[in-house]
């Protein structure tokens, strides 16, 4: 699933409820003249700076109307501002339509961000500290410094600030938690990770760690619930001393009937993890000794915890760093890719036979909507053990529609898949054994000679990068050119990054590695598991990608070196129908045609008759 | 000309001068002791930080013996060390044998630096402030008041610290200078330059721009010297502010008969360039106006100038950072583009008679030495209109010895070159019209399979980044994996970059931008010219090395960005004798091919009937 955020089309309703916005920024203006403040921020994040925050902190979407999954709001007493990047420019304008309030556009030369903005309107600012990293709104107070040298100005942190006008506003959520089992589903028990951050702790000279990112908590713990949609996480504060471990979490989960949680309860009291509440993770902070050292990472930090910290506990010096949980989990342990090896054949035999139906539904039945296609898919996922439901959104997407980076499949309307062209899916299951993501694009009948050469170079890059071996130490950044050289060099490109990482039962994107553009200097380690997903897309035309799931081993030393490679987990073949075999070169097809075969050798057992037949004729050699 | 710097051979005579660096050292603790310095710093670097210093400078080679250009020393009154990296590991114990000066390693893990080494081991310590950068100083004052928070320690400034013990020092160079004609040659004027350079200071909001760096200096103002072996530099300061540009020089170079010097004088002075002595800088800096705004740039400031500043200069305010002049200076002209383009053909054919007649010469006689080879080599450039010079000492190296990073062919003894094997020659010549850098590997007959699939995997390398396209903003080390990909899937590779930045008629090295496995953000902009030169390196066996000069274009604007490319400027032929044909694909044939198809139609209407048949028969296509 490739790093662009998607977004549900705007709703029909929006403009029948329009007033219902201009309403609640008056309301939200009143309580701001009431108190003094000059303006006030929302953030569209959540207390843990999460990736996709549950429908409670959809703060920004509740004020303003506005769906897009990066946009901040401000509002002053004479202005309403969203900002938000050129990803959302349309949508924010649709969306905000007779709310009044107004589009800043970021990542654009010249623009004038949150901080810089309020410097030079206003001197009180109110913030909902929860939902701001510590960071934001240090950002916030050195603009505020630098225009009123003075001193006089404010930033004021009033947590949960819109819950007094959001009467149906959601709960934090509590769903059931489950444990994992990794004897039998491979990992490190919860005991290991805890002594092997204690140890960290003693190296560095650090009393406590607070961990305040949801899937580190639930990578150290080995627990996982279900309070983000398609993120198996639980909403919680991990404090961990060399003395007691303790999980700030909503008690009520544990207060239900569900056996599985009531387990997993005992389990972690067993292994000494104290269960606290979710809201208790302050006074717990409050009691700790002079001159201890708290260790927290300041990108998931909120600032009101930051704040309560720096105010209400003098004896606690705070030292702010990169959390070493990221890099811990990002490397998969030898089972745990074992078991990922087993889970991606599984994955892989539900979007085979999902192709399979696919292929013989659209010639029976003439057409296949883009809905029925992707409930389908999630059908046949369900199927297979150990199935948690789907890693994010399914992206079921014909033609042009496979153009849009944000396209996400209405229920009610969607395309239908006929018998041409380039139809493309993006999805991924979440099981006890690991997470899974796949895109296949799938020529469905003739295709023009620019959607063949687009798919043919598209590849070019995944193979290369397949192929890549590289010495111990390279970053995800120096190899990304692998995945585009051969669009670059027709002067096409794709405008999101090549692979991000992937959590085991966990975010289907985790750092701290990524093969992208950037310069991100985090070397590839043995262990990581990250996709490999070049693409291409021509709005009113097609979009194509191709994503396979790479994990990084050891290949050897030598008097050059020591190396590694990637080694392919996803196990679903390649169409070969839309390729321009004159733009392969023999290492290519060599590799195409050996993966090809690797999947009829593994998924075909696994198949009913005529769905090995229909593989076998798919895994034909490219001469 | 890669970026690995040679040293000479370790000299016979030093076991007998050893005492000579054991009695130097002695009379420096001597005046350590009567002065109450507890350490001294001795660096190898020159007030300009200069890649290359001039012999005035070589103050570690003085005081210890040891000639690698990358070293300091400490001396204490019981200790004696010399700090290096593990280029020069082998060389410095060699040449310290006897001198009692230890070697600490750097870039190993655990190397504890100079730094903090002083800081545990002194609290006196006396700098050379004129040939340590002010950051390097910085760096030993923080350690120092780390261990001293008392703050009872002292750094103090000795400039020309060695002086008084070394009689027979050089004088500081003053070559006589040229000035470049751009109307002929190719440029910008240099009342444009400074007109520009004027323009950035208004937006920056800087009274004066303060350039320490000599190729700076010599850019900006068009002028060339020979202070520096192979460079072209004139040692000097520049001050520049919106009413004056001074130069300080060593004036003695003016006062010379030399007509050109003369002449260039007078042209300075016609563009209100005023001519400074070189050591007038300090009391020019002492005139400014209170609340002046200087800007530096700190990589190249020495510390005895920045402490002249902040100590004697009340009125200024010193604003440091990367000096805009690195940039422009980087970017080459459409006219020097040209220029360069003529120059690259008239020193590859200097090169391809050197070619021609070292094959003739080795079938004539059975071998010819690499020194003999070298000078033959010079010998057809110093024939070139505007040669000045070559742009740094010959790498003449055949069979095993051009496997050794360091080698620098000696005079006498040199390897003799046979008619098997492979042969290196990496060379470069200085012009009015620009600087050169090229190496070509010479199959002189029989290569091992080894040999040849290393150089035609190193080929693939040069071949891939030649035929690179890519969007604007990228950087050189997301190209650089192009350069590898061929060897790092076979499992080889080589520890030097692939491309560094070359000046025009100046440095073969400069920046800001590199192409290799750095992480260096610089952008790869249109008129950039770079090496690109893979190769590989196999102790007691070969060495490869295959280099072209490419400068960077634009290639077009489509609906997937703003493109650019790599234009080759070297002109001659690859040796296609030793390919593996098999190793390469189309694409890469049909370059090589159509490369050496344009080296033969360029160059051989400039040879001899003989050279042109010769030339003919070497570049016939690969099949």
């Known amino acids: 699933m490739l790093c662009i955020r998607d977004f549900a089309p705007t709703d029909k309703k929006q403009n ?73 420019f349309i949508q924010a304008v649709t969306q905000l339509e007779g709310t009044g309030v107004e589009l800043h556009k970021t990542r654009v030369p010249g623009a004038v961000l949150i901080p810089e903005w309020l410097s030079k309107n206003a001197s009180t600012v109110a913030v909902d500290g929860l939902c701001q990293s510590m960071g934001a709104v240090q950002e916030i107070e050195e603009a505020l410094a630098h225009t009123h040298p003075d001193g006089d100005f404010r930033v004021v942190d009033i947590p949960d600030m819109l ?13 059931p938690i489950a444990t994992m089992d ?70 009520s989960a544990f207060g239900a009937t569900d ?18 509440d979710y809201d208790a993770l302050c006074f717990s902070l409050s009691d700790a000794d002079s001159g201890e050292r708290i260790f927290a990472d300041p990108s998931t930090l909120n600032y009101h915890t930051y704040k309560y910290i720096q105010e209400s506990c003098p004896g606690i010096t705070l030292r702010l760093g990169k959390s070493p949980v990221i890099l811990e989990k990002a490397v998969k342990t030898s089972t745990e890719i074992e078991f990922l090896r087993q889970t991606y054949i599984e994955d892989g035999l539900a979007v085979e036979r999902f192709l399979y139906w696919l292929e013989h539904e659209v010639a029976a039945r003439g057409e296949v909507s883009e809905w029925e296609a992707s409930e389908h898919l ?43 062209g380039l139809y493309l899916v993006d999805s991924g299951g ?23 050469e687009d798919y043919t170079l598209v590849l070019k890059g995944m193979i290369a990068l397949s192929m890549a071996v590289f010495p111990r ?25 090549t692979g991000h990482g992937i959590g085991y039962w966990l975010c289907v994107h985790e750092g701290p590695q990524d093969i992208r553009q950037n310069f991100n200097q985090q070397p590839l380690l043995p262990g990581m598991v990250t996709s490999n997903e070049p693409g291409i897309y021509r709005e009113g035309k097609h979009g ?7 994990a990084c081993r050891e290949a050897g030393v030598n008097d050059f070196g020591d190396w590694l490679e990637f080694e392919t987990l996803t196990c679903c073949h390649i169409d070969t129908s839309a390729i321009v075999a004159g733009l392969l070169d023999s290492d290519e097809k060599a590799w195409l045609n050996a993966y090809n075969e690797s999947v009829y050798r593994r998924i075909s057992p696994l198949m009913a008759p005529d769905e090995a037949v229909w593989l076998r004729a798919k895994t034909q050699p490219v001469q």
């Open 259 to 276: 056996p599985d949680t009531e387990d997993s309860f005992n389990e972690l009291r067993m292994d000494e993890v104290e269960i606290e």
């Open 378 to 420: 999630t059908s046949l996922r369900a199927e297979i053990p150990g199935y948690r439901g789907n890693s994010f959104e399914n992206i079921s997407a014909y033609g042009a529609n496979a153009a849009l980076p944000h396209y996400s499949t209405p229920q009610q309307g969607s395309a239908m898949i006929r018998p041409q």
């Open 473 to 497: 130490g390279t970053a995800g950044c120096q190899l990304d050119v692998l995945a585009r050289n051969a669009l670059w060099r027709s002067k096409r490109n794709f405008g999101h990054g």
């Open 182 to 251: 990794v004897e039998c589903f491979g990992g490190i028990s919860r005991l290991d990770k805890i002594s092997w951050l204690r140890k960290w702790m003693m190296i560095e000279e650090i009393d406590k760690v607070l961990l305040t990112s949801l899937d580190e908590i639930a990578w150290l713990l080995n627990v996982r619930g279900n309070d983000i949609e398609y993120n198996p996480l639980v909403i919680s504060y991990l404090l961990v001393s060399q003395d007691y471990v303790k999980w700030f979490a909503k008690k």
């Open 163 to 175: 819950e007094v006008f959001w009467n149906d506003r959601p709960q934090i959520p509590a769903t």
């Open 430 to 452: 979440q099981y006890l054994t690991g997470t899974t993501d796949i895109t296949r694009t799938v020529p469905m009948g003739e295709c023009t000679m620019l959607e063949k």
């Open 16 to 88: 029948i409820m329009e007033n219902i916005y201009a309403e609640r920024i008056a309301a939200l203006r009143q309580m701001m003249a009431s108190k003094g403040w000059d303006a006030v921020v929302v953030s569209g994040s959540d207390p843990h700076a999460s990736e996709y925050p549950s429908p409670r902190w959809k703060q920004v979407e509740w004020l303003t109307g506005f769906t897009g999954e990066a946009g901040d709001v401000v509002i002053t007493l004479d202005h309403a501002g969203l900002w938000t990047d050129s990803r959302y």
């Open 544 to 550: 194509i990608r191709h994503e396979n799931i790479v």
